[in-house]
């Protein structure tokens, strides 16, 4: 079974250029979230979709930020204009239910981005 | 607010010695506490989850604890391999109205060598 799939793993850009990043869940999984991740330190969440509603995005810093996931899918998570500090490691996980108490979470690989 | 600290930050250990990680949290209302392992360049993989009434958790080498009165866990490793070098997370969910809510430890650096 495939897992979490991420792309791209590597992002290299100049500071106010966007991008994209794009998660594919493991099949059948509700639940998905987007985390941050600073170097030694542990994820923080961004968002978290059921299905294809944004249940948490309270972290989401949405003047740059924004993320979709439409048809309850795939989702992408997208930084326009990106700064210097938002170089970090952005996380995808799912979970098989909506808020499982004891859902695990299924993490991909993670795309580094780096912002010059 | 809820927090979960993780010590050492980072340990050497020797081929085949044992190790244990600390996790302390103040995490309320208690959900349950699961120690990830994430390797270099990897996402972070679920090694075991405790919940209130469960006190120890075995997988394979890794041995977790949880004494829930002092709010404190820990992870022991045995007869530690290379392939054990990595960060080793602690997260502690908390049950709230809107669904479980995780607070993530900083992780321990583990470095095994010959």
């Known amino acids: 079974e495939a897992g979490v799939v991420q792309s791209p793993r590597y992002k290299i850009i100049e500071k106010k250029q966007p991008v994209a990043f794009w998660c594919n869940p493991i099949?059948?999984?509700?639940?998905l979230y987007w985390y941050l991740q600073n170097l030694g330190q542990g994820p923080e969440l961004l968002i978290r979709?059921?299905?294809?509603?944004?249940?948490?995005d309270s972290q989401l810093p949405k003047d740059r930020f924004s993320a979709e996931r439409l048809k309850g899918v795939d989702s992408t998570l997208k930084i326009q204009p990106a700064e210097l500090g938002d170089s970090a490691v952005y996380l995808c996980?799912?979970?098989?239910?909506?808020?499982?108490?004891?859902?695990?979470?299924?993490f991909g690989p993670g795309t580094r981005l780096t912002v010059l | 607010k809820n927090q979960v600290e993780q010590s050492p930050q980072s340990l050497i250990i020797l081929e085949g010695k044992n190790c244990t990680l600390q996790?302390?949290?103040?995490?309320?209302?208690?959900?349950?506490l699961r120690w990830y392992k994430q390797d270099t360049g990897r996402g972070p993989v679920s090694l075991t989850i405790?919940?209130?009434?469960?006190n120890t958790k075995s997988n394979g080498r890794y041995t977790a604890t949880l004494d829930a009165d002092t709010k404190q866990s820990s992870l022991h490793i045995t007869a530690s391999q290379l392939s054990d070098s990595a960060s080793y997370i602690c997260?502690?969910?908390?049950?709230?109205?809107?669904?479980?809510?995780?607070?993530f430890g900083t992780g321990t650096q583990l470095k095994v060598e010959l």
């Open positions: 996980a799912s979970s098989l239910g909506a808020s499982g108490d004891t859902d695990t979470q299924y």
């Open positions: 099949s059948g999984h509700n639940t």
């Open positions: 979709y059921e299905n294809e509603e944004a249940v948490d």
């Open positions: 996790c302390n949290y103040t995490v309320s209302p208690f959900s349950n």
């Open positions: 405790m919940t209130f009434s469960e």
């Open positions: 997260v502690v969910s908390a049950s709230t109205g809107g669904g479980n809510k995780l607070t």
